[in-house]
């Protein structure tokens, strides 16, 4: 008796949290298993040519994983990054976060070949783009976890949307941060632990140069070490100088990130923000104490991100190649 009547309130329990996350739109229309039947080799495929440029170049983990975000961050996942510009659209590629700066095209090329030759016309790119920035993650050694898929890819890109400032600047303050991740259904927790992204990667001389001459919240011997090379003045080719972000591990997906941001070590002014007596600074000792929690974390956020506002059903298409729509 008891039991059965704690049965009927157990699944009257799960109704009802499903009806809360149907109409709270919160509900993913994306799945773990969406190629499971039309390409079970997808992540075989992916995985191997991300494992290769990875070894390579340990950096490209980095420029995969980004890709994804600021695929995301305008107008949802939507691979609409990838779209080359044509004579009458300007996409997304020449906007100012990314213009000489996106990395990694070249291996979503291959990426999408090597797919296409298993499972031709199946799946979309921005998928792709989700799956190699696991992939990229897992092979420096961070988080596994389990990819939503069901992407479809946009048709166009927006130059002007991509500048919009939805992509938040390094020069922005932490409520500026806060903000743009709130902008996309991203808590600041999210985006505290989505910012140890930086834990891999480079960055040009001209997105920290303010920082290690002017800001005053940063290590004296950290920003002369990275003043040699980047100079003071900018318009030369020294602008494209790159620096790691963060100088203990810049291969390795860790929280070392986060004990820099405490030593003042950050190589961003947008990084140091988190850990500058601010409401975000207990976050940033709890993961530099707490790799298991900023993993953690982590993933739940890359999942969420990465359910942003995707085209799924008869929405968009499935490109043939990444880099124009069909
Ligand atoms: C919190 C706000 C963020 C700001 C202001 C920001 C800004 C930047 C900037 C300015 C660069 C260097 C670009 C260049 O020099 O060309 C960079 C690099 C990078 N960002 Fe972020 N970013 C943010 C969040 C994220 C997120 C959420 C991720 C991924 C989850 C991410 C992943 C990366 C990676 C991996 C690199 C290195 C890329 C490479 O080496 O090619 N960033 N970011
Ligand atoms: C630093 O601040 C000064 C004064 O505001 C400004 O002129 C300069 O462009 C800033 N940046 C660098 C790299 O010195």
Same mark, same amino acid.
């Given at each position: 008796?008891?039991?059965?009547?704690? !049965?009927?309130?157990?699944?009257?329990?799960?109704?009802?949290?499903?009806?809360?996350?149907?109409?709270?739109?919160?509900?993913?229309?994306?799945?773990?298993?969406?190629?499971?039947?039309?390409?079970?080799?997808?992540?075989?495929?992916?995985?191997?040519?991300?494992?290769?440029?990875?070894?390579?170049?340990?950096?490209?983990?980095?420029?995969?994983?980004?890709?994804?975000?600021?695929?995301?961050?305008?107008?949802?996942?939507?691979?609409?990054?990838?779209?080359?510009?044509?004579?009458?659209?300007?996409?997304?590629?020449?906007?100012?976060?990314?213009?000489?700066?996106?990395?990694?095209?070249?291996?979503?090329?291959?990426?999408?070949?090597?797919?296409?030759?298993?499972?031709?016309?199946?799946?979309?790119?921005?998928?792709?783009?989700?799956?190699?920035?696991?992939?990229?993650?897992?092979?420096?050694?961070?988080?596994?976890?389990?990819?939503?898929?069901?992407?479809?890819?946009?048709?166009?890109?927006?130059?002007?949307?991509?500048?919009?400032?939805?992509?938040?600047?390094?020069?922005?303050?932490?409520?500026?941060?806060?903000?743009?991740?709130?902008?996309?259904?991203?808590?600041?927790?999210?985006?505290?632990?989505?910012?140890?992204?930086?834990?891999?990667? !480079?960055?040009?001389?001209?997105?920290?140069?303010?920082?290690?001459?002017?800001?005053?919240?940063?290590?004296?011997?950290?920003?002369?070490?990275?003043?040699?090379?980047?100079?003071? !003045?900018?318009?030369?080719?020294?602008?494209?100088?790159?620096?790691?972000?963060?100088?203990?591990?810049?291969?390795?997906?860790?929280?070392?990130?986060?004990?820099?941001?405490?030593?003042?070590?950050?190589?961003?002014?947008?990084?140091?923000?988190?850990?500058?007596?601010?409401?975000?600074?207990?976050?940033?000792?709890?993961?530099?104490?707490?790799?298991?929690?900023?993993?953690?974390?982590?993933?739940?956020?890359?999942? !969420?991100?990465?359910?942003?506002?995707?085209?799924?059903?008869?929405?968009?298409?499935?490109?043939?190649?990444?880099?124009?729509?069909?």
């Amino acid at each position: 008796m008891a039991l059965s009547s704690s !049965k009927v309130s157990l699944n009257l329990f799960c109704f009802v949290l499903f009806m809360f996350f149907l109409i709270d739109g919160s509900f993913s229309q994306l799945s773990e298993n969406f190629y499971a039947k039309k390409c079970p080799n997808v992540f075989k495929a992916v995985n191997s040519v991300v494992h290769s440029a990875v070894a390579r170049e340990p950096r490209m983990g980095g420029s995969l994983l980004r890709l994804h975000f600021h695929d995301c961050f305008v107008n949802g996942c939507d691979g609409s990054v990838l779209l080359d510009d044509t004579p009458s659209n300007k996409g997304e590629k020449t906007a100012l976060p990314n213009k000489d700066s996106l990395r990694g095209f070249e291996v979503i090329d291959a990426i999408k070949s090597k797919v296409e030759s298993v499972c031709p016309g199946v799946v979309s790119c921005a998928d792709i783009v989700a799956i190699a920035a696991r992939d990229s993650v897992v092979n420096l050694g961070g988080p596994f976890w389990k990819v939503k898929l069901g992407r479809r890819d946009s048709k166009t890109a927006s130059l002007n949307d991509a500048n919009s400032g939805v992509i938040p600047p390094p020069f922005s303050t932490l409520n500026n941060l806060i903000n743009r991740f709130k902008a996309q259904g991203l808590s600041t927790k999210d985006m505290v632990a989505l910012s140890g992204a930086h834990t891999i990667g !480079k960055a040009r001389c001209t997105v920290y140069r303010d920082r290690i001459y002017n800001d005053t919240n940063i290590d004296s011997l950290f920003a002369k070490s990275r003043q040699r090379n980047c100079p003071r !003045k900018s318009g030369t080719i020294k602008d494209n100088n790159v620096a790691v972000l963060d100088f203990k591990t810049p291969n390795h997906f860790d929280n070392l990130y986060y004990k820099n941001l405490i030593n003042k070590k950050g190589l961003l002014h947008s990084d140091q923000e988190l850990f500058n007596g601010g409401s975000t600074d207990s976050l940033v000792k709890s993961y530099s104490n707490n790799q298991n929690a900023f993993e953690s974390d982590f993933a739940i956020a890359m999942i !969420k991100m990465g359910n942003n506002k995707p085209l799924t059903g008869s929405n968009g298409e499935i490109r043939k190649q990444c880099r124009r729509a069909n």
